[in-house]
């Protein structure tokens, strides 16, 4: 492989067990600018920096679905600026991305409730969709307005639609069908989770999907965070044995 996956001094990356899914929670924004005695919207504003170089890297690793969480259901509820300051930034973010996108072959795909935005926002995320279907390379997705009991909610409802008109009996509900009524059904659970900053929470993020997914903690606010250290959270990964309940005897 001609790519190179080193980290310092440290073991290399193994480029056959990497992560096939990546989800990180990019926290830790706003108290990056206040240490600054900055607005809270340069902490956004550098923090989409970091956001596009991770995503490169992801890519350039071959990570197969990256998953960034940019914005939460709840996170509608901060003041009206800092919300208006989020969407300017998605719109900019979407635009000046596209071209990469498509330079690197990256499909793009938001989970959450896309009705939630204005039009014009939602038209830009559809067209970047679109846009990018047809691509393999890597799958890049961008939770917005997410919320992962909201997710649940929606199948749980048009699963109980499927009961109530006499299309699925209650003894056939599987694991596929809850899926299936997800935001993107053909997205594997994380093998790894992210969260910068220092908070030891999920805020919502994936709740059913997370059940086996190994979880990485890092105190480093999101706009410090760098792919050496996108690099070292992997490596750490691949020091770990995943049991998923079983036990591995020698
Ligand atoms: C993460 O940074 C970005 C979003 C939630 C949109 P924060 O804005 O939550 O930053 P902190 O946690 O207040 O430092
Ligand atoms: C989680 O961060 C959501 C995103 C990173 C988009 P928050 O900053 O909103 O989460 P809490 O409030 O600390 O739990
Ligand atoms: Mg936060």
Same mark, same amino acid.
Do not use: C
């Given at each position: ?16 067990? !990497? ?74 973010? !979407? ?66 639609? !499927? ?43 994936? !709740? ?43």
């Amino acid at each position: 492989m001609s790519l190179s996956l080193s980290f310092g001094s440290s073991p290399s990356l193994d480029p056959y067990r !990497l992560p096939r899914h990546v989800a990180i929670i990019m926290d830790g924004n706003g108290r990056w600018a206040k240490r600054r005695g900055l607005p809270r919207v340069v902490g956004h504003r550098r923090g989409v920096e970091v956001a596009r170089k991770i995503v490169i890297k992801a890519r350039e690793i071959g990570i197969a679905y990256l998953t960034l969480f940019a914005f939460s259901k709840e996170n509608w509820q901060r003041p009206q600026t800092e919300v208006l300051n989020l969407l300017k930034l998605l719109e900019e973010y !979407l635009k000046s991305e596209l071209p990469t996108l498509i330079d690197k072959e990256i499909r793009f795909k938001m989970i959450g409730d896309l009705e939630d935005f204005p039009e014009s926002l939602r038209e830009l995320i559809l067209r970047v969709e679109r846009e990018t279907s047809a691509f393999t390379k890597m799958t890049l997705v961008l939770a917005l307005s997410y919320s992962g009991r909201a997710e649940i909610f929606k199948s749980l409802r048009a699963i109980a639609e !499927l009961v109530q008109k006499g299309l699925l009996a209650p003894q056939d509900l599987t694991d596929e069908t809850i899926r299936k009524y997800f935001y993107f059904p053909e997205l594997p659970d994380p093998d790894l989770l992210i969260r910068t900053s220092g908070e030891h929470r999920i805020s919502n993020f994936f !709740l059913y999907q997370l059940a086996y997914t190994e979880l990485y903690f890092t105190s480093t606010l999101w706009p410090d965070f760098t792919e050496d250290e996108f690099l070292k959270a992997l490596i750490d990964y691949q020091n770990r044995e995943r049991r998923f309940g079983k036990i591995y005897e020698f």
